[in-house]
């Protein structure tokens, strides 16, 4: 199955290269409730330097566009920010599919949001 998904990666990568040229992208994730009140609390505590751990499976579920985020985090939540290379991004949906071209959803590989900083994690 995991083959399969080789000619979803290559079009996602080649897609974003020609909307990204310098080779990142910048995406965003919105949370909500319990979580985003705990993130709140220790980036709140955190110095700029102090790495903030985010729990992920293997692969995460992102978008392109801050107002996904937003939306997805509700009136008191959080945006989680990280600029990534496109390497890590596996699938962009829009690459493959305009039926939610508004959401810029991408999935990407969570080893490369494991971790954010003070000013990765925004209020919504």
């Known amino acids: 199955a995991a083959i399969g998904m080789i000619p979803m990666i290559a079009k996602t ?7 990204f040229p310098n080779g990142k ?11 985003a009140n705990m993130l709140k609390t220790v980036r709140d505590k955190a110095s700029e330097k102090t790495p903030i751990p985010i729990p992920h499976d293997g692969i995460s579920g992102y978008s392109l566009n ?9 009136y008191n939540g959080v945006v989680l920010k990280k600029e990534i290379p496109i390497e890590a991004a596996w699938v962009y949906f829009n690459a493959i599919d305009k039926g939610y071209e508004n959401e810029q959803e991408i999935l990407v590989d969570s080893s490369y949001v494991s971790i954010f900083f003070k000013n990765e994690i925004e209020n919504s």
């Open 13 to 19: 990568h080649a897609n974003l290269k020609k909307i």
């Open 66 to 74: 801050r107002q996904t985020a937003k939306a997805f985090s509700g």
């Open 25 to 35: 992208i910048v995406i965003y994730r919105g949370v909500s409730g319990w979580i």
